[in-house]
């Protein structure tokens, strides 16, 4: 197991990069160029706060964890620079987060996310963003953990990468309503804040590193993440980057949700 001391030690340094890193997605997007390039297809976005974002972190961590695997003891560190990149680019900025997943044995451990513009909807005095953090076996933090009322059926899903597939997945579900927001990290919080009782994704295209971070707060306050055919997620640095099997998520009530997965769903997502 890794040790509770460097655990602790890699914790604390990816919050202080998580909050130096949202005044770089500010500035970014103050100074009004952001960069904007087409990474491998339609709706797949990098701007400038990216690429910043993520030299500023990896150079962080590296100078500090010379061992430890960033994508020794076996702590492989996933990081997101901006995730929500299109909602970044089209002004959506509450959809935009920051994360850093902290694995162990392939095991998603503890995870940072940061919102650089959380409360930026409450007038011009307030402070911007705010850092949720999480570990295993001790809590999860920066938050009011909220739980949806009992038998309400809210899923949040994909804004900008919806598909039949993903559509009928929902449907099947038999949703009171359904919520369409950017970045996974955001998903997450909306499970943990009570806004929604699953995050369903029936389609590729999430990544490992946009859902470490997330699963370790989640899995710190009781929740669970897999693929949507229940696979755990794996975090080695050997894994495949792609979660080509989806992404089901709840904070309660797995179970109900798991169960109501169309096969026809299933058959078309390899794990």
């Known amino acids: 197991m890794a040790s509770p001391a460097l655990l602790m030690r890699v914790v604390a340094s990816a919050y202080s990069v998580a909050e130096k890193a949202a005044t770089i997605v500010r500035n970014v997007m103050a100074a009004g160029d952001l960069g904007i390039v087409e990474k491998t297809g339609a709706n797949d976005l990098q701007t400038k706060a990216d690429r910043l974002v993520q030299m500023s972190i990896c ?30 680019t089209e002004g959506l ?7 850093i997943g902290i694995a162990y044995g392939g095991k998603a451990i503890a ?28 809590g999860a933090f920066g938050f009011q953990l909220t739980e949806v009322p009992a038998g309400k059926h809210i899923i949040v899903t994909t804004r900008s990468h919806s598909s039949t597939l993903v559509n009928d997945c929902i449907s099947a579900l038999n949703p009171d309503s359904v919520i369409r927001v950017g970045g996974a990290g955001n998903k997450i919080i909306q499970l943990i804040e009570g806004k929604a009782s699953a995050y369903v994704f029936a389609s590729p295209g999430c990544k490992k590193w ?13 929740g669970k993440i897999t693929d949507i055919h229940g696979n ?14 989806g992404v089901l998520a709840t904070l309660r009530n797995y179970d109900y949700y798991a169960s109501r997965i169309p096969n026809t769903v299933k058959q078309s997502l390899v794990p």
């Not at 962080?60 to 970044?88: C, H, M, N, Q």
């Not at 909807?121 to 570990?135: F, K, M, N, S």
């Not at 080695?236 to 099997?245: G, I, L, Q, R």
Request: hydrophobic content about 40%.
């Open 59 to 88: 150079a962080s961590l590296a100078r500090k964890f010379p061992k430890v695997t960033i994508i020794g003891e076996e702590l492989v560190i996933w990081v997101d620079p901006l995730d929500g990149t299109k909602e970044y």
């Open 232 to 245: 755990s997620f794996q975090y080695n640095k050997e894994v495949k980057h792609m979660n080509s099997a």
């Open 111 to 138: 995870g940072v996310i940061n919102q650089p513009y959380y409360n930026y909807e409450a007038g011009a005095d307030v402070v911007l963003g705010r850092t949720i953090w999480g570990v295993l076996g001790i």
């Open 210 to 222: 946009d859902t470490c971070a997330p699963e370790a707060i989640l899995h710190a306050v009781g």
């Open 93 to 99: 900025l509450d959809h935009v987060t920051v994360l």
